[in-house]
């Protein structure tokens, strides 16, 4: 076995290893013995391959159930497995076999209800919980009931148990808070995945209330509640106040009004009912619950009480825009000739109730592109164009909010989706590479870091979790830094007398961040990562005035008395960051590290990035922490200017793109280097991007083309490749037939027809291998005058030649 529970147990066993194997097995022995004389009562390591998703946890029973093969058949065999997508430990080979972590705790739960005489013995659990346990139809659907109920009081139910049973219970219980017990302080994407497991049972209840209709009768109609004013039953609002407690204690959540809670409890009321019975089309998610899933992200980001309603009602809109009342499935509708009127009548209603700027962020957010997430693999030209095509066609900075908060909770919940792993793979493939970008450009680092951890753990699970203790590590000693930093700043006499604000902010290199940085360093651990944790201290001087300034005057004497005012308030912002970083290199329990200090400040980088830059290390923890000393005006550059994190991103990571052209035209102009805001940012790009270039689709709804400003749907078939355009037949713009040099659209879908490919076939008439690399070739169609007809230099080289 690998001892993984934490680093130093394992680079002592690994020394050990080297010196006296006779050592280490008398060890483990002794850990065993241990463990199976004390059972429950014994916390130990976690014994863990490192592929398997589920760490057993020293108990002797918790092992005994994987290799007790009556388990299986006691819960219906192979067919209940099968059902509930679970494995058979009979084909595991013992512990070394891996089980999802999820469906062992429900064997052995299973195996400690069995083991009940009668449901008194579980005081809290009812009657029909147990009895729906016992059904063989269905012996595990009330789980998450039971983990609620029992986990709480399993310590009372020890005294009614058989002394065979105990240590079953024990066990279980054990397996249910072990890891709150003994984990180290999580990460904002740990917390926030386990919050997604304690809000799963509240989801699940919505679910079977959607879902099975066979079991639960519908709820009225939308034109019923909001014409008739006809209520929901009883089951059915309980529905809704089960969404609206998933929702309220997220960020500007917890602060609404009355008014505005019942506003947002409507808006959640008419989702309920309007999307009943739905799931996405993309993700196979409930519909309701994808709502409410964005609407507790956007409560997070603090975002608007307008916002967040349209994030809830964006698909209602949409449904009585596009699709009407008609309550029929996608795959109906498509091909079948039916023509959808808007329900202009309900829309008016909902606006009427919720306001114009709700119903028109809610419809703007339907007209923003859907990608169909069918690229396992992009390219960085692909990431750069989607995001492009994003930003230009989106009609409200909020609406890519809301398109953020959408992705970040699909990204939550994927794992509980029913989706092959292909799809999953999809999914957060798109999120990594066009919406992480994306939120980086628009500041909301909250999110970037969470898409990128997220699609991290789906694409690459193993070196994801090598990253986990890092990160915790960093967590427990920015608690340490920053009290010191704050210490310092409050106590100082001199910093006292300055007058100035200092503002203290900090980040956690993210997992997936901390890999790019492993790999482009070539480092051998995340521990190595010096600025897995970083301390930002910007301070902000207030500008003195010139006495003609204050009276509101200004003259040509006064500019060079501005300019050297100008020039000593530049200058003791430096002193002041200077003296800073000194005192931060005496603090005590720490140290600073060797060859541990940049100077940015008197040697700037190219891009005009200036900060000081100095690495101490925790003397207790070993940890390394990057303290970033600036000024304000320095850090208005570091995340507008020149120098903004996301262009250097960009820089290290897709250079080819960073420094083309298009990049250029879109995010790096002269009035985008002197923003002061990310809408302003993201405003500019829009408006440069709009007047330079045009963005269109492939047929795939997923591959996107950016062409320059004119191109014609010829230039759009020898942007897919020359071969195409060279043979082109017919091209078609959303689905119909156009001329060749039809002008292109910005969110025109392209279509191209070629000549068929011809071979040269060989004496046996067989084309094989590399010699049918040869003789296959397309037929060339082009003419002398399509030269007349295309706009890109691509297309007129090519034609040309």
Partial sequence: FELNHTERFIKETKMLKTTNLFF?????????????????????????????????????QIRNDLTYKEKIDSIGGDNFLSSQGLIDIRDMGSRNA????????????????????????????????????KDDNGPLHSYDILQRDIKVDANKYMTGLSSESIPRLSAWHTLLDLDEKSKLPQSETEKQSQTSINEAASLKRVEEAVVLKAEVNEPVSLKEYL?????????????????????????????????????????????????????????????????TGIAAVLGELNASIEVVLAGILH???????????????????????????????????????????????????????????????????QSENQVQMLVLQAEDYSVLYIRLADRLHTLRVLRKLPLED?????????????????????????????????????????????????????NKAYHDAAEKVQEIISTDPLLRSQNATFRLTYRIKDKYQLYLKMQRKNLRSPNDVRDALGLR?????????????????????????????????????????????????????????????????????????????????????????????RTKEMHLMAELGGA????????????????????????????????????????????????????VYLEDNSTVMNLKKGSTALDAAFTIHTDVGLSTVTIRLNGEPVPFDRVLKTGDVVSVDCAAVTSTPTDSGIVSGAVEQQSRSRVITAKLAWLGMVRTTQAQATLRK
């Fill in 537 to 629: 201290i910007i301070v902000d001087i207030p500008q003195p005035k010139s006495k003609q300034q204050a009276k509101g005057r200004k003259t040509e004497v006064d500019v060079e008395e501005e300019a050297r005012l100008a020039e000593e308030h530049e200058k003791r912002g430096r002193d002041i960051c200077y003296y800073l970083v000194e005192r931060l290199r005496h603090m005590p329990g720490w140290e600073p590290s060797k060859h541990g200090f940049k100077d940015y400040i008197l040697g700037a980088k190219e891009n005009g990035y200036q900060s000081l830059h100095q690495y101490v290390r925790n003397l207790a923890l070993g940890t390394n922490v990057e303290v970033q000393v």
């Fill in 98 to 133: 891996m089980m999802d972590e999820e469906s062992y705790t429900k064997i052995v739960w299973w195996d400690l209800f069995k083991s009940a005489s009668s449901p008194t013995v579980l005081p809290n659990v009812q009657s029909s919980t147990l009895n729906s346990m």
């Fill in 24 to 60: 280490i097995g008398s060890s483990m022995l002794l850990n065993f013995i241990l463990i199976f004389f004390l059972g429950g009562n014994v916390e130990s390591f976690s014994l863990k391959r490192p592929n398997r998703r589920f760490s057993f946890t020293g108990k002797q």
């Fill in 227 to 291: 014409l008739k004013g006809t209520k929901l039953d009883e089951k059915h609002e309980a529905a809704v106040v089960e969404l609206w407690n998933i929702v309220k204690n997220k960020g500007t959540m917890r602060h609404l009004n009355e008014e505005n809670i019942r506003t947002v409890q409507e808006a959640l009321r008419i989702a309920y009912i309007a999307l009943w019975g739905r799931k996405t089309a993309r993700s196979l998610e409930v519909a309701i619950n994808r709502a």
């Fill in 422 to 474: 292909e799809e999953q793979l999809k999914i957060a493939q798109e999120a990594l590479f066009v919406y992480a970008p994306l939120a980086h450009k628009m500041g909301v680092m909250k999110v970037k870091g969470e898409l990128e951890d997220l699609s991290f753990k789906v694409l690459d699970p193993d070196t994801f979790l090598l990253t986990r203790y890092t990160q915790t590590a960093a």
């Fill in 315 to 381: 698909e209602v809109f949409a449904d009585l825009r596009f699709a009407s009342q008609l309550k029929l499935e996608s795959s109906s509708i498509e091909g079948s000739g039916v023509k959808l009127q808007p329900d202009e009548e309900s829309i008016a209603l909902l606006s009427d109730k919720f306001g114009q700027e709700v119903t028109q962020l809610a419809e703007k957010y339907t007209r923003l592109p859907r990608f169909l997430a069918q690229k396992t693999e992009y390219t960085p030209w």
């Fill in 644 to 695: 903004a994190h996301w262009f250097y991103k960009d820089l290290i990571y897709r250079k080819e793109v960073a420094e083309s052209k298009i990049y250029r035209i879109a995010w790096r102009s002269p009035q985008q280097m002197a923003a002061k805001s990310r809408a302003d940012l993201l405003g500019m790009a829009k408006k440069q991007i709009q007047a330079a270039r045009v963005i």
